[in-house]
């Protein structure tokens, strides 16, 4: 589930090109929120259960799994808290961003 | 098969023979019958739809939209406040392209509490995108419905079925009610160019940049002005399978007319008996009753009003500080043609006073002795 999508700025040329509905515009791709975070999410793997938990509660569905695990893909993760808190292992701590 | 009816059981019978999928409501005033008939019919099997009990019109409104983008034929019904708080919802089915098909029941919106009618409240969503139908029979509310999901879904515009409060709404008539085999030829399921799936992940309704928005809103207009010629073609073709024609207007004597009426909604009805009494006294009166409201008729409006000298438009609303709103759409349609009638606007039957033969009558002596637009908005039965 590892995230294969470039991040790059769609832009139309002409309408004729585009949808008539606002669908996958790509702007939150482009649209790097990783820099919003003011705590990130830091996971002590070795405490982890790999039960998905976090993968699936993540609404910015910043979470892969890879090779298993849960990896934060930190380009994108707003630093909410809502892996840390349901995490049944308490494995995922919140750490201050530092400058 | 005939039946006698009300105008908000033709809505839950248009809505059936349609086979609307989910249908989402919030049960109590200003909602009716409408559905109330549905969650009954839901509950025994007659129609095999999901019936959504939501907590205010607001989520009526987005539960159609998330079943709408989903894939699914959904309606839903509603009136005034209920509409109003809806408003938010109206602009995401516009502009998320979901052909959702609503019921609204024209009442006056309050304060004072009113719960007959006035069309104000559709009136106050003309901007919001929604194709707009006004009706002045159960028959037409009934057959509306179904052209109107082919009308929207081919376009993805949704569309709203307005209908008087009492004088339609709750107001028995004799309803034909076409076979559901027929119907399902002139309509089959909804099957829309994108929708919301986990086989094609999609994310809709995301921040769009000024890259894009614009686009998105040249492109809702352009399909908007497909609706009349679409209107027409259904319309007809509704009429080849079930002897009824469905336009963008209803004329009444407008061919050799020196004198029309505009009108919507039941006023329409009540004009052509007023038509006939002019006649009688050698006035050559027509009514043109408007059917399609968004998007405005205006290749028809215009033909057959630039051949009169006078029109008088009748308003059950009020843009507070300008005109009736009729009054303002037909004048601006007129603007600029090489022949142009002289226009009188009149306001009459707010909050459900009657628009009677005498409210007629009024108007015509009015529009027929005078030369020139004279005041603003003539007002008709204010107890002055």
């Not at chain 2, 099997?45 to 009990?53: D, H, R, S, V, Y």
């Not at chain 2, 002139?186 to 994108?194: A, D, M």
């Not at chain 2, 029309?260 to 329409?268: E, K, P, W």
């Amino acid at each position: 589930m590892s995230r294969k999508k470039e991040a790059r700025k769609i832009i139309f040329e002409s309408e004729k090109e585009m949808p008539p509905v606002p669908m996958s515009l790509g702007s939150m791709l482009h649209n790097r929120t990783g820099a919003w975070r003011n705590i990130k999410p830091v996971i002590d793997l070795s405490k982890c259960i790999k039960c998905g938990i976090c993968w699936k509660f993540c609404p910015d569905a910043s979470i892969d799994i890879v090779d298993e695990w849960p990896q934060i893909n930190y380009d994108y993760c707003k630093g909410c808290g809502l892996c840390a808190e349901e995490c049944p292992q308490k494995c995922i701590t919140m750490v201050e961003e530092e400058k | 098969m005939k039946k006698v009816i009300m105008g908000n059981h033709a809505l839950s019978y248009g809505a059936m023979l349609s086979r609307a999928q989910v249908i989402a409501a919030y049960p109590i005033t200003p909602q009716t019958q409408v559905v109330e008939l549905l969650s009954e019919m839901c509950a025994d099997g007659t129609l095999n739809a999901k019936f959504i009990k939501v907590e205010s019109e607001h989520s009526a409104m987005a539960a159609c939209l998330g079943a709408s983008l989903a894939g699914a034929r959904t309606f839903t019904a509603t009136s005034a406040q209920g509409l109003a708080l809806m408003h938010e919802m109206l602009h995401w089915a516009a502009g998320g392209r979901m052909p959702v098909v609503m019921g609204n029941i024209n009442r006056a919106m309050a304060p004072g509490w009113s719960i007959w009618a006035d069309q104000n409240d559709s009136l106050s969503e003309r901007d919001t995108g929604w194709i707009q139908f006004y009706c002045a029979s159960n028959q037409e509310v009934l057959d509306t419905v179904i052209q109107a999901y082919k009308v929207s879904e081919k376009l993805m515009i949704p569309s709203m079925i307005v209908l008087d409060a009492f004088t339609l709404s709750h107001t028995y008539e004799v309803v034909e009610i076409p076979d559901q085999s027929l119907v399902d030829q002139y309509l089959p399921p909804f099957n829309p160019p994108w929708r919301l799936t986990p086989d094609d992940p999609h994310a809709f309704g995301g921040l769009t940049s000024p890259d894009h928005y614009m686009e998105l809103r040249y492109k809702l207009q352009k399909d908007m002005e497909k609706v009349p010629a679409l209107v027409e073609e259904t319309g007809k073709e509704y009429e080849k399978m079930f002897g009824r024609y469905l336009g963008q207007v209803e004329e009444y004597l407008c061919d050799d007319a020196e004198f029309i009426f505009v009108t919507s909604g039941t006023a329409g009805s009540t004009a052509r008996v007023a038509v006939d009494e002019l006649r009688q006294r050698g006035i050559k009166a027509g009514n043109l009753r408007i059917r399609l409201f968004r998007p405005f008729p205006f290749e028809k409006v215009r033909s057959i009003l630039s051949r009169v000298p006078r029109v008088a438009v009748l308003d059950r609303n009020i843009s507070y500080g300008h005109h009736g709103i009729f009054y303002q759409e037909v004048k601006s349609a007129m603007y600029g043609q090489p022949s142009q009638p002289l226009i009188f606007g009149f306001i009459a039957g707010l909050g459900g006073r009657d628009i009677t033969r005498d409210s007629f009558r009024e108007i015509a002596d009015y529009a027929l002795s005078r030369d020139r637009v004279e005041e603003e908005i003539v007002w008709i039965g204010v107890k002055k």
